[in-house]
């Protein structure tokens, strides 16, 4: 007769006593359910909050805080510890490192300020204004294309008509040009 450790007789006994409540007509809980599918895979049960606060030696609200970090909540002890030593690696665990990080923003503080110093950065919001100020341009001389050269094409050929329209482009795009040019 093969013993079994006393954890997984544990789980055979929990999952006895669901399969019992679902005899009897009772619904279970989605945690009943994930312990049902565990037992199947032959794997550990998913672990409430709490177990694994106590598993961790950490406060509940921890592990909460943690779920909401992205924390693998439903999965396995090796998934969860992976996920911490990934955490770990992307956070200043100590003052040094804290300090570290802290220079590194300042260095990229000033990589930045001296960029704008040196005209390579602009502001968002300049960039933003020359936009809408092309862009009132570009509206304005296609309105004004429409209704000038209506009445001036009218009854003209094809060869009459291209070389206007083509002179009235090119002095339309000459002047968001210009505009380009003066926002640089």
């Given at each position: 007769?093969?013993?079994?450790?006393?954890?997984?007789?544990?789980?055979?006994?929990?999952?006895?006593?669901?399969?019992?409540?679902l005899?009897a007509?009772?619904t279970?809980?989605?945690?009943?359910?994930?312990?049902?599918?565990?037992?199947?895979?032959?794997?550990?049960?998913?672990?409430?909050?709490?177990?694994?606060a106590?598993?961790?030696?950490?406060?509940?609200?921890?592990?909460?805080?943690?779920?909401?970090?992205?924390?693998?909540?439903?999965?396995?002890?090796?998934?969860?510890?992976?996920?911490?030593?990934?955490?770990?690696k992307?956070?200043?665990v100590?003052l040094?490192?804290a300090?570290l990080?802290?220079?590194?923003?300042?260095?990229?503080?000033l990589?930045?300020?001296?960029?704008?110093a040196r005209?390579?950065?602009?502001?968002r919001?300049?960039?933003?204004?020359?936009?809408?100020?092309?862009?009132?341009?570009l509206?304005?001389?296609?309105?004004?294309?429409v209704?000038?050269?209506t009445?001036?094409?009218?009854?003209?050929?094809?060869?009459?008509?291209?070389?206007?329209?083509?002179g009235?482009?090119?002095?339309?795009?000459?002047?968001?040009?210009?505009?380009?040019?003066?926002s640089?």
């Open positions: 007769m093969v013993k079994m450790k006393l954890s997984d007789q544990a789980q055979h006994a929990q999952v006895k006593n669901i399969f019992a409540k005899k007509g009772k279970i809980s989605k945690r009943e359910q994930a312990q049902v599918e565990a037992y199947e895979r032959g794997q550990e049960p998913p672990k409430t909050t709490r177990e694994w106590a598993h961790y030696g950490v406060s509940h609200v921890t592990i909460i805080k943690w779920g909401k970090a992205g924390a693998p909540l439903k999965g396995t002890v090796e998934e969860m510890d992976a996920w911490r030593a990934a955490k770990v992307e956070t200043p100590g040094s490192d300090k990080r802290k220079t590194m923003l300042e260095v990229e503080r990589e930045i300020q001296n960029a704008q005209g390579e950065l602009i502001n919001a300049e960039v933003r204004e020359a936009g809408v100020q092309i862009g009132a341009i509206s304005a001389e296609c309105q004004a294309l209704n000038d050269l009445g001036q094409i009218a009854g003209q050929s094809e060869e009459e008509v291209r070389p206007k329209l083509q009235r482009i090119d002095l339309l795009l000459g002047r968001v040009k210009a505009k380009l040019h003066e640089t």
